[in-house]
């Protein structure tokens, strides 16, 4: 039995017997009509929104200092919220995953609690954590850290809102990839910091891979959050989604510009990295 | 064949349906349509508390009418109104987004300009900046929230600020009024430019400060009827309440100024 075909078993314990089977696509028919429907209503807007673009204008609009300044401090910011989310989402989907202790589910809960909250939520809660006069920021002002108005605001925003992501995705390649050839590694005498560098991690680097994608691209979309705790100043804490909202206000051709921009950057983003690992990812 | 007829249905409808999506979407940033007896007002956000109190006794003194109301940023109202909004009355906090219906040819007849409004410094209620002056705001160390340029009340700012000869280097600048307020509060900020009526609204938990360059950016809020409108009747007699004495009494006492 190869892993992959183990894994797609394990995955779905609740999927039809024949669902993963050779030749049988299983898809009925009847499911186009529905399917269709889903696909324009996610493809309809975009296509709205690339009718209202001003193409002449479009060049100028999007490398304007503002605009160029908001792409520029978006990228660094989901590049190093998304090191953020691996640094600690790694660890808490090892620890979800693999030792069953009292509290898991409660833990995971509030892990996956950011999925369901509105942003400017999360957003009112790190004000209260890490503000001024936030449970953690007073410690921090008198040691002469201070995060409100900062570009580390932004990072920890997004690193709020996106970290549920990773943990979810890599928990759920743990669980497919099963403990078999951990097992066996730790009973030839590796220990189990060579087993998590030598088995586990390679195992589920797809998972991980793709964990890390979107946990990029939902930190490149942040906004409510942002917008309640870090401030909205250009270069410092006006990340694109912000700069598009204050647009908006005074000029909706660089508004629909800078959207399309950011969709660009999106479709980027997630198109080529779904594509270089291949049918793992998708498994 | 039965399966090509099958899949041309399955995209007719698909795309039957996603039409019918599109065409129902501009009605739904409003509310009810204009039956006889409603009217819908559109105003802007610090309209918010002078407007619900108006709409009370305009019900009350018209017996079976209805106001609704939506309040949010005058531009983004401008936006609803222009995509098709059921909107009857138009408030808006300042006169550029009003000249923009009017050259839309989106209303009828003449706007009136109802209330002032001015800035105002507005601190944390423990002041921990010490500011008392809007000089104090440029100041190192001090913490300035203000509106973005491109909204109104940031507009109001630069010109202040021109007018102060004082350049502020803030450390956010928001895109609402309410923002820039939040922050102050939240006690994030030293200090905030806002309008009167937003200090006067938030009570103890801000302490409003007064400048006597805020007189160089006077704020005046028209009220127009949109010409789309279906009970113009209605719409007119909520437009004198509000321009009115009695809608004068009730933005004074929040703060606003006379046009």
């Known amino acids: 039995m ?64 503002a605009s160029l300044d908001a792409l520029g401090l978006s990228l660094r910011t989901s590049a190093a919220s998304t090191v953020v989310c691996l640094v600690f989402g790694v660890p808490l989907a090892m620890v979800l995953a693999r030792r069953p202790f009292r509290g898991q589910r409660l833990l995971r809960a509030f892990v996956l609690l950011p999925l369901v909250l509105p942003p400017v939520v999360g957003g009112i809660a790190l004000l209260y954590t890490f503000g001024r006069q936030g449970l953690l920021g007073k ?6 850290i201070q995060i409100a108005f900062s570009t580390t605001a932004v990072v920890l925003a997004q690193a709020f809102v996106a970290l549920p992501f990773l943990v979810v995705s890599l928990e759920g390649a743990l669980r497919t990839a099963g403990n078999r050839y951990e097992t066996v590694a730790a009973t030839l005498g590796a220990g189990p910091t060579t087993v998590l560098r030598r088995v586990t991690l390679p195992l589920v680097m797809p998972g991980l891979a793709s964990g890390a994608v979107l946990s990029f691209a939902r930190s490149l979309g942040e906004f409510g959050a942002t917008l309640t705790f870090a401030g909205s100043l250009q270069g410092v804490t006006r990340t694109l989604p912000l700069e598009i909202y204050l647009q908006r206000e005074a000029d909706a051709d660089a508004a629909v510009a800078l959207s399309l921009l950011l969709v660009a950057v999106a479709v980027a983003v997630v198109g080529l990295s779904y594509r270089k690992p291949g049918r793992q990812v998708a498994a | ?64 009418t209805k106001v609704t109301l939506n309040f949010a940023g005058s531009s983004d109202l401008v936006t609803q109104i222009t995509q098709g909004a059921p909107a009857d009355v138009f408030a808006s906090a300042d006169t550029k987004n009003m000249t923009k219906l009017a050259d839309a ?95 006067k609204t938030a009570g103890s938990k801000v302490k409003g400060i007064p400048f006597a360059e805020a007189d160089q950016a006077v704020n005046t809020y028209p009220i127009g009827i949109v010409g789309s409108s279906k009970n113009k009747e209605l719409a007119r007699a909520f437009m004198e309440l509000v321009a009115g004495s009695e809608g004068r009494k009730v933005l004074v006492d929040a703060g606003f100024g006379a046009p």
């Open chain 1, 2 to 65: 190869t892993p992959s075909l183990r894994a797609s078993r394990d995955a779905s314990p609740n999927a039809s017997p024949d669902g993963g089977g050779h030749g049988y696509s299983g898809v009925p028919r009847w499911l186009y009509l529905p399917a269709a429907v889903g696909a324009l209503f996610v493809m309809l807007p975009l296509v709205a929104m690339l009718a209202k673009v001003n193409w002449g204008q479009f060049i100028p609009l999007v490398t304007s200092a």
């Open chain 1, 139 to 144: 410690t921090l002002e008198l040691a002469g």
């Open chain 2, 1 to 64: 064949m039965r399966n090509a007829f099958r899949k041309a249905a399955a995209l007719l409808a698909a795309l039957g349906l996603a039409a019918s999506l599109a065409s129902c979407s501009p009605a739904a940033g409003g509310g009810t349509n204009t039956t006889a007896g409603t009217v819908t007002v559109y105003a802007a956000a610090s309209l918010k508390t002078t407007f619900t109190e108006l709409a009370a006794s305009f019900e009350a003194a018209h017996p079976g």
């Open chain 2, 105 to 199: 040819s989106l209303l009828d007849g003449e706007p009136k300009d109802f209330a002032t409004n001015v800035l105002e410094i507005a601190v944390p209620a423990a002041n921990p900046a010490s500011v008392s002056s809007f000089a104090d705001l440029a100041k190192p160390g001090v913490k300035v929230v203000v509106c973005a340029p491109q909204v109104p009340c940031g507009a109001a700012t630069e010109k202040v600020e021109k007018a102060a000869g004082t350049t502020l280097k803030p450390v956010s600048e928001e895109s609402s009024v309410t923002d820039v307020l939040g922050k102050v509060i939240s006690g994030e900020a030293d200090a905030g430019l806002v309008y009167v009526t937003d200090v």
